[in-house]
């Protein structure tokens, strides 16, 4: 019998990136000088190696054959992986998301102390157990509803987990769009708004003044930033929840706008008229180890 395939997602540290990569002359100057923009880039790799080295030997132990993507942050190939593991933090285990379909995925923070982890379950010392779990099915399961979304009808993504972001290109320009969800239709200037599913709601759409929702919800939830009320008008669309079988659209007034997907990493220029579509994927993420009390929330 074949070995059981893992795919295991690591990240790159900013001491990895600037220093061993690129041997960046200014990281190494702020590093030589100890300044406290780099200061904890050491101790970070270090305990980040420290657990990349730990999934290895244990999957070994646990006798799988293991494939690592070499860019991460990029699409890469699943195709007959029976986990996907994600050693990082949430931006690790967000970016590898968008290569994953009905695969398992289990998030291991590889540095607590410098990452933040609500998508990953174990730390160093209980890998073992945790991969022996989820390779054998026993391991807590999640069902995370992620987002669709389409240009001018041409499908971008079934795969956003935590949120989208459309704004002007230009963080200090007026985003300018149309809002429309069922009958009701709202022009609107604002900052940019963001849309997404309950994955994403503890981060930005909080910030922004929007509500934490229960991990396992279906509903998104889109929250206007910075909106411009002139005296006397009011914004109907300004927090709302969608329900799975419901969309929300959008039509740009800008000719220099962008929307983001989970981050930096995934950008579309969008130009006057696109319409943008954001509704229920059809493509849950299946999450391995997540509490679901480490998220409260109602919709």
Known sequence: ?????????????????????????????????????????????????????????????????????????????????????????????????????SEPVLGINSAPEFSVGYFCAPHRASLRKHLDDALSGRLRRLQMTRMRVEVN???????????????????AATSRYILQWGKKKEEQRSSGFWIGPAAGSTGAQRSAGGRVLPLGSKKLQLVVREP???????IG?????????????????????????????????????DVIRFSTSTQPLMALGIRQLRMTGRD
Not at 228 to 234: A, K, N, Q, S
Not at 259 to 265: K, R, S
């Open 228 to 234: 411009y009320c002139p005296p006397g008008h009011r």
């Open 1 to 101: 019998m074949s070995p059981t395939l893992v795919v295991v997602a690591a990240k790159r540290s900013q001491y990895q990136k600037y220093v061993r990569d690129q041997h960046d002359p200014r990281a190494l100057e702020l590093l030589a000088r100890h300044d406290p923009v780099v200061a904890n880039w050491r101790r970070a790799d270090t305990l980040h190696r420290r657990t990349y080295d730990a999934v290895l030997d244990a999957l070994e132990h646990l006798g799988a054959k293991v494939v690592v993507p070499s860019k991460p942050h990029a699409e890469f190939d699943v195709s007959g992986a029976a986990l996907v593991v994600t050693v990082g933090g949430d931006g690790t285990f967000l970016a590898a998301s968008h290569s994953v379909g």
């Open 237 to 273: 669309l300004r927090q709302m929840l969608v329900s799975h079988a419901l969309s929300i659209s959008a039509r740009s007034k800008m000719d220099d706008a962008a929307l983001f997907l989970d981050g930096p990493y995934k950008r579309i220029d969008l130009h006057l008229g």
């Open 153 to 171: 009808g041409r499908l971008i993504s079934s795969r956003v987990l935590n949120e989208a972001l459309c704004s002007h290109r230009v963080p």
